[in-house]
């Protein structure tokens, strides 16, 4: 996908309903608004449906003096006075007969030009524009700044990732490459294209995070972003994937560790390692334009970020980790577990927060100093459980390996249309495979959609991020 490409992201669960409403099947045309979050970046701007409002016929869709349908002056009214208040974009979507192409009439042209400059200064200069469906296609046009940007495509996430174009001459053209033949045969040279054009980050890369980042690599995802602020030490050695000895004297970070394994593993990648903590708003920033995250790291602080990364841009996530569980007395082993969450943005589609996995109290004693984190201890306070866990690389392996192939099936499009992405937990000392339902709390902040929810904010609201200490900030040019 071109740099500075418009692309709208939409639930599947949206994009269904907003299809049942303009097709009923009385081949007439219909209307939608799609409230949208905004996130932009340097790979270009995405709107984000938050909110598909649906266009009630002859009450807020009707005949038009100079087309034939358009939204009543109240409708509009009502819902671009929400988007301001919100700080989010308009777009409003009709249908044409079309299927697999499809593209907007003068008539259509002639009526953004006409309204869509002063919509845009009464949503307080966030981007409005419009949508047109046909069956198996979307065009899009969407006034940024001043200026009409055409969309690239639509992105319906679900369990199946599906790229919406205006025409099938835009979809991205297969790769003609020896090394891949053996994947074009399950998926198509169009699906390895799919995969090239996508972006993937990565969050911890010890064990867990290094196996991850090397498959990926492999499978030929063009871009990655793997995030982790530690060096490689002799007691990771065993565990991360293409770690040397060499890497523990020079004390290399992971990240650069799991460059030199992704670019031996596809040499056209383009690999941004980020050697920082996701914890840090500037670093987790670079994750808001990932088509998928994973995150492979042990503090509740990155479960939080990422919880709200894939939320709040609608983004799936794919979360891995191994427990061994010892006794405190006698320190025997009494459970060893791998254990496997996929966290889709939707409902019950495994929101962290929902399931119990960001518990506040956890969160406050790793944000504790070091000293009071002694003091806590003392005083009995259960502190943190992690930092020295066993662990074998064999563990990170099942669950990981889930991941990417989950990941496989979702973005090539080969996952059954009624699969469930549930929870798994491998218990390895009795060798049983556990599903694990998704709990989802009607009001949650993060996945619930209410009005107090981050679920497709974008750039709007604010990431659960730390702020860095004032001597970490990069020194600047003082003046003089
Ligand atoms: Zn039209
Ligand atoms: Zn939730």
Known sequence: MAQNSLIVRILEADYRRVLQHLFPGDNDEHGTILICGVCRSDRGTRLLVRRAVIAAEAVDF?????????????????????????????????????????????????????AYPSLQGLIKGKPVGALVFGRRSAAGRVLIDGKFQEMAKMTVVGSRVLDLYSHPAKRPKGLDDG??????????NAGQAILQGLKVGFIGLGGGGSLLNEWIS??????????????????????????????????????EVAKRVAKQANPGINCEPIFDDVVFEDVAARLRDCDAIFLAGDTYASRQVFNRVVHQ?????????????VDEETGAVTSVRSEYRVVMPNAKGGCLDCCGLVPQEKLRLETLSDDQKRAQDYLGVEALDELAEPSVITLNVLSGAQAVNDFLMMFTGLFDGSVKLYSQRHE???????????????????????????????DEVRLPCKIRPIQERPLRARAR
């Not at 819902?79 to 301001?84: F, L, P």
């Not at 030929?220 to 060096?231: A, C, L, R």
């Not at 000392?429 to 981050?454: D, F, M, N, Q, W």
């Open 428 to 458: 390895l000392t009795t060798r049983r495979l556990y599903t694990v339902g998704h709990i989802s709390r009607s009001k949650c902040p993060v996945c619930s959609g209410t009005e107090v929810s981050a679920l497709a904010m974008g």
């Open 313 to 325: 841009y609608l983004i799936p996530g794919f979360h891995v980790g191994a427990r061994v569980a």
């Open 62 to 114: 009707v005949e038009s003096r100079r087309g034939y349908r358009e939204f009543s002056a109240r409708f509009v009214a009502k819902w671009a006075t929400y988007c301001a208040r919100h700080g989010l974009a308009y777009l409003a979507v009709h249908n044409h007969g079309s299927d697999e192409r499809v593209d907007f009439s003068r008539n259509d042209l002639e009526s953004h030009a006409r």
């Open 218 to 255: 492999r499978l030929g995802v063009g871009q990655t972003v793997p995030v982790d602020p530690d060096i490689i030490k002799k007691h990771n050695r065993p565990r991360i994937v293409g770690s040397l000895i060499s890497d523990v004297r020079t004390k290399r970070p992971k990240v």
């Open 179 to 188: 090394m891949y033949d053996r994947q074009f045969r399950l998926f198509g």
